[in-house]
């Protein structure tokens, strides 16, 4: 599992669809990965807001505290899409592995 910000700028093929941009993000991952991910976020999130770090430099800028809440129940949701989506996958292996008993 990696997540990363390239630095070196991505080629644009002439006359493509992709925009010429100085930076770009990329993502190998497996769903247990990232729902392990999510939580890391989630928590560090937790801790950050616990403190109100950072939060004086977003309020300034004009959001409003309640996002803030709004964007961790958001994470909450994704996280708990992916564990769902992991306990799918379990389940379908594990019927797929009582088909080849047959």
């Keep these: 599992f ?4 390239n630095y070196q700028a991505p080629t ?7 925009a010429d941009v100085s930076r770009a993000a ?3 991952s497996n769903t247990t990965a990232i729902a392990e991910a999510w939580t890391r976020l989630d928590q560090k999130f937790d801790l950050m807001y616990a403190k109100r770090a950072f939060v004086h430099w977003y309020v300034g800028e004009g959001m ?16 708990r899409d992916y564990e769902e989506a992991g306990a799918d996958s379990v ?3 594990e019927d797929f592995d009582e088909q080849d008993d047959y």
Excluded: C, H, Q, Y
């Design 91 to 93: 389940s379908d292996e």
């Design 12 to 18: 644009v093929v002439p006359g493509g669809d992709l």
């Design 64 to 79: 409003e505290e309640g996002e803030f809440t709004e964007a961790r129940e958001n994470l909450a949701a994704l996280e």
């Design 2 to 5: 990696k997540v990363g910000i």
């Design 26 to 28: 990329a993502m190998l």
